[in-house]
């Protein structure tokens, strides 16, 4: 595939229909598919918009479902490269992607990066969001003053990413493949949770140059302009103004630290949520748990 491309092909996704927009400063790629209230999919690193696959058709049957991948990720081409695609620029271009298809109003659901955006574009954005669930995710600000050496050598690609130009673009051109293999092994501790045609579809985009980068800059801007941003956040006292759905894996959590809801608390006045079994990839590794609490969450607000 070229840089230029953008698969029109949607094989995880039957019954869907591909996503190809520019907003915001981004040709958008991934999937739609469903009727109903709008629901946003945000996937992580080093994904794309299949991480979603066993989530989507279930909430499709209740909801529109729009799962782009981010954006420089997967197939998602950034077409304005200045300034630095901070969280706070990915939401802004979520919301015009979504302003474009006719959603002024809808609910998050973000894994992992995906969850990084999502808050945000909460905070930005709060007259936009109807709901948000955080999936394996606490702020930046708090992830990064939990961390102690343990937590820093499970999430190296944290600090190895979040160095400046050009060290990390060399070091994860030398052997693509072999880094994504390694980051996603670490991620599912040796456990088959990825299907060998979603890993290869994983491997394909990581092995473009722009989808390094950006992933390489999303992670600068978390140690940067991420960072002061929630900073002057907990300093104005902003919080976020929609329920909030919090959902970790149990390998995530240390029983003797806060649990995500305690932390989000600080940032939102209406928190719930639970633990699931398995490991960080929760949309891939326990779809049917998070299902059993993000559907019911999502009409519950919808309801209301």
Wanted: proline content about 7%; glycine content about 8%.
């Amino acid at each position: 595939m070229s840089e230029l491309t953008i698969s029109t092909s949607t094989p995880f996704y039957r019954g869907f229909r591909p996503l190809d927009m520019e907003a915001g400063g981004v040709r958008f790629a991934g999937v739609i598919g469903g009727n109903g209230p709008p629901v946003l999919l945000l996937h992580g690193y080093p994904q794309t918009h299949i991480a979603w696959r066993r989530i989507a058709p279930a909430l499709a049957l209740t909801h529109t479902v729009i799962a782009p991948d981010l954006p420089g990720y997967g197939s998602s081409l950034i077409t304005q490269t200045t300034p630095r695609w901070t969280k706070r620029r990915v939401g802004n271009a979520l919301v015009a992607l979504m302003e474009k298809l006719g959603h002024k109003r809808f609910s998050v659901a973000g894994h992992d990066r995906g969850a990084r955006a999502g808050y945000r574009m909460a905070l930005d954005h709060p007259e936009r969001i109807t709901a948000f669930a955080s999936l394996a995710v606490v702020p930046t600000l708090d992830a990064l003053a939990l961390i102690d050496f343990r937590g820093a050598t499970k999430a190296f690609h944290w600090f190895l990413l979040g160095q400046q130009a050009d060290l990390p673009e060399r070091l994860l051109a030398a052997d693509p493949d072999a880094f994504i293999d390694f980051a996603l092994n670490k991620i599912t501790e040796g456990r088959e949770v990825i299907e060998s045609a979603a890993m290869e579809a994983y491997r394909a985009a990581f092995r473009r140059p722009s989808v390094r980068l950006a992933m390489i800059e999303d992670y600068r801007s978390a140690l940067d302009e991420d960072l002061a941003l929630d900073e002057a956040d907990v300093a104005a006292g902003r919080k976020l103004r929609c329920p909030v759905l919090v959902l970790w894996p149990d390998a995530d959590h240390a029983d003797n630290r806060p649990t995500p809801i305690d932390i989000w608390r600080r940032w939102a006045t209406d928190v719930r949520g639970s633990s699931t079994p398995g490991g960080h990839l929760q949309p891939e590794d326990a779809p049917e748990q998070v299902l059993a609490v993000l559907a019911p969450f999502l009409r519950m607000q919808n309801i209301q």
